[in-house]
């Protein structure tokens, strides 16, 4: 039995010898699946990054994309305001070469009543005219004369009314009317082609209220339509009376010449009931032919 055993020590030593082989085997292997490991976790890293890399680019090209948005943007909001600022130019020039049209027009409407001999308004009480119109803003006018409808157009042009205006001369009252039109005024205004007394009692008789009345019509006469004008205007409204001068004649002391001595006696009448009725505020101007402004009070 002695003598057999050592052959089982070789076994045994040849075995572990095996088995140490193996281990290295083993081991090797085991390096070399961490080697794999170590390189494919590599390669994932870098795929990471390279991910990465690519998240970035495509947020920088995001971002890119954002600012030239904004950019284009930008230029239609500078398109379109420089289209906003030319478009208000052009309105501007337009309304500016209109109103000069118009301004050309009522010059030629002026130049026709003085080669015509039709009396009109003067330059600087026109002016007044218009300041009343702009500072009372009346809704309603009665005018009394249209002539050729160049008071009417200056009152129309400095305040949105409504012009009712009364002329007897049937030619004058179509030329008025021509004239209107050419300024686009005919839906502002209502004409009577009348004798203004018998036009301004039945408007008493209606009850009608007016907040601006101009009287330009005959001077004999204002003294007579005083009562029913009076009537007419609103509390607060204005009565504005032209030529109330007369040439001169009324403020003349002496011989007024007989075929104004008429007109000139009613005038005068008419400017002591103005001055006396405490339901008016009244000034005088003696300014081209003279004229006042009557404030309604009571």
């Known amino acids: 039995m002695n003598e057999r055993e050592p052959k089982n020590d070789i076994k045994l030593d040849d075995n572990c010898r095996n088995s140490d082989e193996n281990s290295v085997i083993i081991q090797d292997h085991k390096i070399k699946l961490d080697e794999n490991c170590r390189v494919f976790d590599m390669k994932n890293d870098e795929k990471c990054r390279n991910l990465d890399v ?98 009417g157009i200056i009152m129309l042009k400095n305040c949105s009314a409504h012009l009712f205006t009364i002329e007897k001369e049937g030619e004058r009252a179509s030329l008025a009317e021509e004239n209107f039109k050419s300024y686009n005024f005919s839906d502002r205004v209502t004409q009577f082609v009348d004798d203004a007394q018998i036009v ?40 504005f009376c032209d030529n109330i001068n007369l040439l001169g004649y009324v403020k003349q002391e002496g011989k007024i010449p007989h075929k104004h001595r008429s007109m000139v006696n009613n005038l005068r009448k008419f400017i002591e009931i103005l001055q006396n009725d405490s339901d008016f505020e009244t000034e005088f101007y003696d300014i081209d032919d003279g004229y006042s402004i009557s404030k309604k009070v009571f």
Request: net charge positive.
């Open 54 to 151: 690519n998240s970035v680019i495509i947020h920088d090209n995001l971002f890119n994309n954002d600012e030239i948005c904004r950019n284009n943007n930008m230029k239609d909001d500078n398109c379109r305001n420089n289209k906003i600022r030319f478009d208000e130019k052009r309105r501007k020039y337009d309304k500016k070469c209109l109103e000069e049209q118009k301004d050309n027009l009522l010059q030629g409407i002026k130049d026709y009543a003085k080669e015509n001999f039709i009396p009109i308004v003067r330059e600087d009480t026109a002016k007044r005219l218009a300041v009343v119109c702009r500072d009372y803003s009346p809704n309603k006018i009665l005018e009394i004369g249209t002539a050729i409808g160049y008071s």
């Open 200 to 239: 301004i009692e039945k408007m008493c008789n209606s009850g009608e209220k007016f907040d601006l009345i101009f009287l330009d019509g005959p001077k004999g006469q204002y003294v007579k339509y005083y009562p029913y004008l009076k009537k007419l205007l609103a509390k607060g409204g204005v009565l």
